[in-house]
């Protein structure tokens, strides 16, 4: 059983930072992508950011010198440094990560962490 659990997520003032992290816990053998999804009311679920096993980053055109996605292999984490926050960026952000356990290579989802931004 795996589990991902995020962490950080509030209400900040536009032009605010907020930073949000993501443990992942259980029979993990090892993780590989992991990244962060955001979804707006009335909107579809949109991949944020992703980054490798490596250290490899991806993030969409949005959030681009604004966001920053890293991860601590050792602790099983990845977190997300939001800056310069818009109202725009107002969602519920969802953690990724695809997981290799014993029986099964699959992604799992957290729950997901509220971030409001205010004009």
């Known amino acids: 059983q795996v589990q991902l659990v995020e962490s950080g997520g509030g209400l900040v003032q536009a032009g605010g930072s907020l930073r949000l992290s993501c443990a992942a816990a259980?029979?993990?053998?090892?993780?590989?992508?992991m990244g962060w999804y955001r979804q707006a009311p009335g909107k579809q679920r949109e991949l944020v950011a992703t980054?490798?096993?490596?250290?490899?980053?991806h993030y969409v055109d949005s959030v681009k010198g604004r966001f920053t996605i890293s991860r601590d292999n050792a602790k099983n984490m990845v977190y997300l440094q939001m800056n310069s926050l818009k109202p725009e960026d107002t969602a519920v952000y969802y953690c990724?990560?695809?997981?290799?356990?014993?029986?099964?290579?699959?992604?799992?989802w957290g729950q997901g962490t509220q971030v409001t931004v205010s004009s």
């Open positions: 990724t990560a695809d997981i290799s356990t014993t029986w099964v290579l699959r992604t799992y």
């Open positions: 259980g029979s993990i053998l090892s993780i590989h992508v």
């Open positions: 980054i490798s096993s490596g250290g490899n980053t």
